[in-house]
């Protein structure tokens, strides 16, 4: 067969088939030129799905009449010139084919005017690829009318799902767009309807409102404000903010998980490895975190040109990326104390923490986190009124608490002040002639007071807001297990030479990388040498992971280096060993525990990171406020 060249026509076609999937692409496609144009309001008709109709109509810059025709033909934009634009590109859109892959499946019409021109035009695409051009009333900006999708195409049309999935798809992608460009206002109508709407968000309150608005009440109960300032990558200082929900907010599915990079919704497996490890011991198995993170930096250092849909980008320092966005997010999480999740819940879901309250500089992220093990997060009252007991007792009943453990940490004082010297204001004698401080809701701890150890499984206790519960075998779990970690990462790692040593046999690929990192898998604890093309000897391995299968954990953190260019396999499988040592080492169901001993046991959980989570991920306490105890036997009906 001898070698043709394809029509225009046919060619728009074909790229159609990799840029135009469904509506949804399209109404994506039109909103991200009409954003690039500077709009500061879109406004989306649809209709049928987008099968029938889809019409975006911004008040953006408008397209000038000397270049509406070129703006349907490929490859025209005027985004980028040159090479270097391209490496650096900052626009959504930039390959110019949108619009030309769109009018070759469907009937398409363009109207658009600028500030300055008298008229304003409307060019129609025509069947056969001609052009049809006519002065139209339009005020200044753009609107693209696209009718009949695929009515040329009849069997991409038979591929399309009903009209109630397809509109849901693109209500899907205004708002994921929504999200990321508060600057500007968004209207979506369906068959007529207004199903969306949106004004433009300034403040951070504003852009509270509309994340919840957008993601629901519940979202907005268990988010907060990220802003984190990390290293410099190229010219410009990596830069995560958004919002990142609670782990006790876990979705069955990843349906809440939203990454802008440079305002660019992506979906890149390095970024998911990182985040997923940030969560590693907070989320129960098989569940997935929620948030809504964006990313600024240099945009020489990100290849957006990897797909035509624009929605993967390659990494150049993708370890320096992964290793910033988990430790960051890690030790952002460990800041969260239990004060914080109940005033945002005092506050019916709709309080953020402001980003000056959770600045996480990387640096000082790990130190953060190891100081909130030690220190009270909020300084509670000396003493519970109800209950007159010695300073001596108390101290007496809370070292039980790690008596298991004779190498574990000091506990935590639950009595005394940060800095402060204890109260001696407020102070009346009680019947038993003990200095106790009167109760107001001021100096009421966040989880308040124990009341009772319910069938010795879980501690009941009255704060401010209602009730408390706490499963105290869940929540002392956590406590031992932040206390073993900082204990361990105190510590130089240390080796436990190999009686034998042990020969695994690995891809060439492994074996070149395991020669390359043999520097870096000794400082985790790992001394492994080349053997051969395809073999490696392990000769030591952390102490603590003595009894491991050393082959297999050596093959996945090889693994992980060259999928993502470090690994965590060492830290996680010591950590899960730990875990173990604090599960057996922690509180037994069934074993009463004293008032003194709950109490303690609740100061500690406000002062231990994590503390809202047990290892494997299930929740340590919940609280039942006064509306909810008061709905549950219908008071005030």
């Known amino acids: 067969m001898p070698i043709r060249q394809l029509p225009d026509h046919l060619i728009n076609q074909i790229a159609a088939g990799e840029v135009i999937e469904r509506p949804a692409s399209i109404v994506k496609e039109l909103l991200e030129n009409s954003l690039d144009a500077g709009a500061t309001h879109c406004w989306i008709d649809i209709e049928q799905g987008g099968l029938e109709r889809i019409r975006v109509r911004d008040n953006g810059h408008g397209i000038s009449a000397d270049d509406l025709e070129l703006a349907l033909s490929r490859h025209a934009t005027s985004k980028i010139e040159s090479m270097s634009d391209l490496e650096s590109v900052g626009t959504m859109g930039f390959r110019g084919e949108a619009l030309p892959s769109i009018a070759s499946v469907s009937r398409l019409v363009l109207s658009s005017k600028t500030a300055d021109a008298e008229v304003a035009w409307a060019l129609r695409y025509r069947h056969d690829g001609t052009l049809e051009k006519e002065p139209s009333a339009h005020p200044t900006g753009t609107t693209v009318d696209v009718n009949s999708l695929f009515y040329n195409v009849p069997a991409r049309r038979k591929f399309m799902r009903t009209e109630r999935t397809e509109y849901a798809r693109a209500e899907s992608v205004v708002k994921t767009l929504a999200m990321a460009n508060s600057h500007a206002a968004f209207s979506l109508t369906h068959n007529g309807k207004s199903t969306f709407d949106c004004n433009a968000a300034d403040s951070q309150d504003q852009k509270n409102a509309r994340i919840t608005k957008i993601l629901g009440k519940s979202f907005g109960a268990a988010a907060r404000v990220v802003e984190i300032e990390g290293p410099v990558v190229g010219n410009k200082a990596m830069q995560l903010s958004g919002w990142l929900a609670d782990p006790s907010f876990s979705r069955s599915q990843g349906d809440m998980q939203y990454f802008y990079v440079n305002n660019r919704v ?372």
């Open 266 to 637: 992506v979906k890149d497996k390095v970024i998911a490895h990182a985040v997923k490890q940030a969560y590693s011991d907070l989320i129960y198995h098989q569940r997935f975190p929620a948030f809504v993170l964006f990313l600024e930096m240099d945009a020489r250092a990100v290849d957006v040109n990897v797909h035509p849909g624009k929605q993967e980008v390659r990494f150049r320092e993708s370890q320096l990326v992964h290793g910033f966005i988990r430790r960051s997010l890690k030790a952002f999480l460990a800041t969260v104390t239990p004060a914080d999740s109940l005033d945002n819940a005092a506050a019916g879901g709709s309080s953020f923490v402001a980003p000056g309250q959770r600045q996480v500089e990387l640096e000082g992220a790990a130190a953060m986190a190891a100081s909130s093990a030690v220190q009270p997060a909020i300084a509670p009252q000396p003493y519970q009124s109800s209950i007159p007991l010695g300073v001596r007792e108390q101290f007496d009943g809370m070292s039980r608490l790690s008596a298991g453990n004779p190498n574990a940490a000091r506990p935590i004082d639950p009595y005394a002040r940060a800095s402060q010297p204890p109260l001696v204001a407020d102070q009346q004698p009680d019947s038993n002639g003990e200095l106790v401080a009167e109760q107001t809701d001021e100096n009421i701890p966040p989880l308040g007071f124990a009341l009772a150890h319910l069938h010795g499984v879980y501690v009941l206790a009255q704060n401010q807001h209602g009730l408390i519960i706490v499963d105290a075998h869940a929540a002392h779990e956590r406590i031992t297990y932040e206390r073993l970690k900082q204990e361990y990462e105190q510590g130089v790692v240390k080796t436990q030479a190999l009686l034998v040593p042990v020969a695994v046999s690995v891809s060439e690929s492994e074996a070149d990388c395991c020669e390359a990192q043999a520097d870096c898998l000794l400082s985790i604890g790992l001394e492994v040498e080349r053997l051969g093309l395809e073999e490696v000897r392990v000769r030591s391995v952390p102490a603590m992971l003595g009894q491991a299968d050393s082959a297999t954990l050596v093959k996945d953190v090889l693994s992980d280096f060259l999928e993502f260019g470090s690994s965590e396999r060492i830290k996680q499988t010591i950590d899960s060993v730990l875990s173990s040592m604090a599960c057996h080492g922690s509180v037994r169901a069934n074993r009463k525990l004293s008032v003194i001993e709950m109490n303690a046991l609740l100061r500690q959980i406000e002062s231990t990171p994590n503390s809202g989570q047990c290892n494997h991920g299930r929740p340590t306490w919940t609280q039942l406020d006064m509306r909810a105890l008061d709905a549950l036997f219908m008071r005030g009906r």
